[in-house]
Structures are given as structure tokens and as C-alpha cells.
């Protein structure tokens, strides 16, 4: 994968973390026919569209770590060690 391909992939995968290039659109605040230029490489991913994606790839990603991680009140081991 070429570095010019990243932005192109992030992209993607925010697509699909939104379900849909419209809902994609309305988290970053572009249109969804300057959405389909960006993806399909006809045109370049602007830096900021590039960094807002990005940043909503890893808000999930956190999202997702903090729902499988045990509550740390809940002590761990559950049984009886003696």
C-alpha cells in the first residue's frame, strides 16, 4: 500500500464504522459526492477530512476497549483463594 492510499482507507473504514458514506458525511460535516471523490481516488483526501476520520476510527476503538474490559471494582478473581 502506497502512503497516498492511506487517507483513502481510513476513509473507508469510517465509512463502514458510520454504516454508510451519508452518515460518514454528517460526522465530518462534507458531502457525500465529495465523500465518493475522496474514496474512489478521483480526488485527494483533504488533511483535515484525513485527521477527523482518523479521529473518529480511534474514539471507537477506545469506545469498543472500554465495553470489553472488566469494571475494575469488580475485584477480579471470583473465586475463593483459600
Known amino acids: 500500500m502506497k502512503s497516498s492510499d492511506v487517507p483513502r482507507v481510513a ?21 457525500g459526492d465529495s465523500l465518493k471523490k475522496w474514496l474512489s481516488g478521483e480526488e485527494e483526501v483533504p488533511q483535515e477530512i484525513f485527521v477527523q476520520a482518523v479521529g473518529l476510527l480511534l474514539e471507537s476503538m477506545a469506545t469498543r476497549s472500554r465495553r470489553g474490559t472488566p469494571d ?10 483459600h
Open 72 to 81: 475494575s471494582n469488580d475485584g477480579g478473581r471470583k473465586e475463593n483463594r
Open 11 to 31: 476513509l473507508r473504514r469510517a465509512v463502514e464504522l458510520c454504516s454508510g458514506i451519508d452518515a460518514l458525511g454528517d460526522a465530518l460535516n462534507v458531502d
